[in-house]
């Protein structure tokens, strides 16, 4: 087989070439490899991430899901043909190397493999605008058109691998606390949360829209399980080009029966400090110091609306009272760290957001703050249906539509609450990540559609 690279023809030994597996299989991952293991056979596969040729030396930086290690060709002990193959190749090429483990103080894992055997699944042609290593790529769509590419990126590796770490703490959180996992639909008749933020679709002859949260049916899910939980996507037609904003994000969404604003708060302190637990015990395993990883709060503090009304405008902001608390004005009074803000208005919150007691003007609500950036909101919720009815009547929404919601009222809903956790919010706060679209896989915003 004669394949192009660079301009010069170069002969590759045809039985290395190919995308069939056959009778490979990978033995040994890169986080298995140790010093121990010297004179030991093993089978590797994964990425090339770097190939630097010292003549009669050739080392191989071969990256896969665990981590990095070194494959190391040296002329008279390396058959040459495996030698002059691994020399030719691109970086991002996939391989896979049959070879004897050797002890190398230098190396990765203080290893390398002597290559025996090789087989060449892709052999890349173009070099990728950014490496592995690279850091900041000034311009974030170039990474995003090849996002699969920027995902190998070490920076992003580590994001993502916290991201999964942190959802499986979690879940491990709520299953502990007998939280039932549920899914709900995301394709729905009505808007949940009101306003124009909705993305209609055709469903069959119908309209319809993309879920904006699961609010309605976790509320209903409290009349048969108590307790119920569901990480999902959740959609908002926000035309927003901020670095915090995105149309689809995941969603970590939690209802509980027999409680109130105040348990939620719990569930979700206590949920923040199991995720900066697990993304410090993560960063210290691998080393990782790239990260801007919060201290682990005693408390999370808690301040209600119109105390930080009052702070802003003791520090010079027009705010009122009844006013949202956008982000300029909280940089004012100088809040860090994760904190609550609770009992806000009444009036702008969601149709199914309950008062507080002893003043209707105020709810029984609150946002989980980091800084300037909120991460969750959360609430009691109205379990009567007249009063349910009302504050639908009041915010203009036609009852017959929500006819499947409120149905449920008059078969003994008991008193719940609940919140939503925004997950790419949180890792931002839990890494420093400063754009949101590098706490998502594949970011969709006003102007993404693609990839």
């Not at 390398?112 to 060449?120: C, F, G, K, Q, S």
């Not at 605008?129 to 311009?139: A, G, I, L």
């Not at 306003?195 to 879920?211: D, R, S, V, W």
């Amino acid at each position: 087989m004669v394949t192009q690279i660079n301009t010069r023809q170069v002969t590759f030994d045809e039985n290395m070439i190919g995308t069939e597996l056959g009778d490979w299989r990978r033995t040994t991952y890169s986080d298995q490899l140790d010093p121990s293991m010297d004179g030991k056979q093993v089978t590797v596969m994964g990425w090339i991430s770097s190939v630097r040729d010292h003549g009669n030396l050739v080392f191989i930086l071969l990256n896969d899901k665990q981590g990095q290690m070194q494959i190391t060709a040296k002329a008279g002990v390396c058959p040459d043909d495996i030698k002059e193959t691994l020399v030719k190749l691109k970086e991002q090429s996939t391989i896979a190397v049959k070879g004897t483990v050797k002890p190398s103080p230098k190396a990765p894992k203080g290893v390398e493999i002597a290559p025996t055997e090789l087989r060449v699944f892709s052999q890349v042609e173009k070099i990728a605008p950014f490496t592995w290593q690279t850091k900041t790529v000034p311009n974030i769509d170039t990474r995003l058109e090849l996002r699969a590419v920027d995902l190998r990126r070490n920076i992003l590796q580590h994001v993502f691998k916290m991201r999964s770490l942190v959802l499986k703490s979690i879940r491990d959180y709520l299953y502990e606390k007998q939280f039932l996992e549920v899914n709900t639909p995301k394709m729905i008749a009505t808007a949940t949360e009101g306003g124009a933020a909705l993305f209609p679709i055709f469903y069959y002859n119908k309209e319809a829209f993309l879920a904006q949260s699961p609010q309605l049916y976790k509320e209903q899910l409290t009349l048969s399980f108590e307790k119920v939980f569901e990480i999902a996507p959740i959609f908002r037609a926000e035309a927003s080009r901020t670095n915090r904003h995105l149309s689809e994000a995941i969603s970590i969404d939690l209802e509980e029966a027999f409680s109130d604003y105040n348990d939620i708060m719990g569930h979700i302190e206590n949920i923040i400090k199991r995720s900066i637990t697990t993304v410090k015990e993560y960063c210290e395993k691998t080393k990782s110091t790239d990260y801007k990883i919060p201290e682990i709060p005693d408390k999370i503090p808690q301040y209600t609306y119109t105390e930080l009304v009052e702070k802003m405008q003791n520090a010079g902001a027009k705010t009122k009272w009844g006013d949202d608390l956008y982000p300029s004005q909280l940089k004012k009074i100088n809040l860090t760290g994760f904190y609550f803000i609770k009992d806000w208005p009444l009036a702008p919150k969601p149709f199914y957001v309950k008062a507080k007691s002893d003043n209707d003007k105020t709810s029984e609500s609150f946002d989980l703050m980091f800084g300037d950036l909120e991460l969750s909101s959360g609430s009691t919720r109205i379990e009567k249906r007249n009063e349910l009815e009302e504050r639908m009547k009041n915010k203009g929404f036609k009852l017959d539509a929500f006819d499947y919601h409120l149905r449920v009222f008059d078969y003994g809903v008991p008193p719940h609450a609940g919140c939503g956790i925004g997950l790419e919010r949180l890792m931002m706060a839990l890494t420093g990540t400063e754009n949101i679209r590098d706490a998502t896989f594949y970011p969709r915003d006003v102007d993404r559609l693609t990839p």
